[in-house]
């Protein structure tokens, strides 16, 4: 009955159980399916990276150099780098804790600690700003014996790291999750068996099988902490030379029009992302072609 509906209704759709051939379409369908893409990728992708350095070097090498080393340019350096350094072994560390514990053990609120570790996905990160100055803001419970104690988190470097730290949990457990799940625990409990400790079998066993992923996590999460702007706007308090990192030395820049030296700061940015996005490239061809753990 339901071949025969199928037939009547819907004549062009294959019957059950019958494959279907995808790449079926003719050449000129073809050619016009990646014409259409890389003329979308050539206008939205290509055309304002290149705009970005054209705009970058439009005075000369040199103007780009002298906007790289003005004082409060090499503090934005300075202070990205530094908040990246400590967010990301941070979120390292957690995203490899949390996912051997939701691949590798059944506990109740399992599906609860997997929604948490989604969260930053779905509040905006302007929202998580916004959050920390709640927690640890003048008006906060905290608040006053934090100043009583000459503790400044909000405006200061330690409030930097908690909104960036915030906004890239996701980026190594979501990675390393599907990973560890796929693998299962047949090496894990072999190990135990033979009588090795649960440390040993970790440093041994679990951590050599997803050391790939887990780099392919550690570099989004990187890309993330370097380029992250909302966030980071909310608590840093803007002070110039002190809490602006390289995204929001960027808009101060473009807002007092000195468009030469905004766009030789997001050219740096930019030439970090492709660093980013090169050593990503390696990793998919060292994984044969596929993200690690990604879920399709």
Known sequence: MVDIARTLFFPGLPAAGASRDCTSETPGVRAGLIAASLLFLALFLLAPLAAVFAQALSAGFGAWAAALVEPDALSAIRLTLLVAVIAVPLN???????????????FR????????????FSVSPVIAG???????????????????????????????????????VPFVARELIPLMQAQGTT????????GASGWRTFLRVTLPNVKWGLL??????????????????????HIRGMTNTMPLHVEILYNEYNFQAAFAVASLLALLALVTLVLKTALEARLGGGAPGRVR
Not at 92 to 106: M, Q, Y
Not at 149 to 167: D, M, R
Request: hydrophobic fraction near 60%; glycine fraction near 12%; charge should be negative.
């Open 92 to 106: 390292c560390v957690f995203g490899l804790a949390a996912a051997w514990a939701a691949a590798k053990h059944e």
């Open 109 to 120: 609120g399992k599906a609860f600690l997997i929604s948490l570790i989604d969260l930053p």
């Open 130 to 168: 916004l959050i920390y100055v709640l927690l640890f803001g003048a008006g906060s419970a905290i608040g006053p014996w934090l100043s009583a104690h000459g503790v400044q988190v909000l405006f200061a470097v330690p409030g930097i790291v908690l909104a960036t730290v915030f906004v890239t």
């Open 187 to 194: 090496e894990e409990e072999a190990a135990l068996s033979l």
């Open 216 to 237: 392919y996590g550690v570099l989004l999460c990187n890309a993330r902490a370097m380029g992250e702007f909302g966030a980071v706007s909310v608590v840093s308090g």
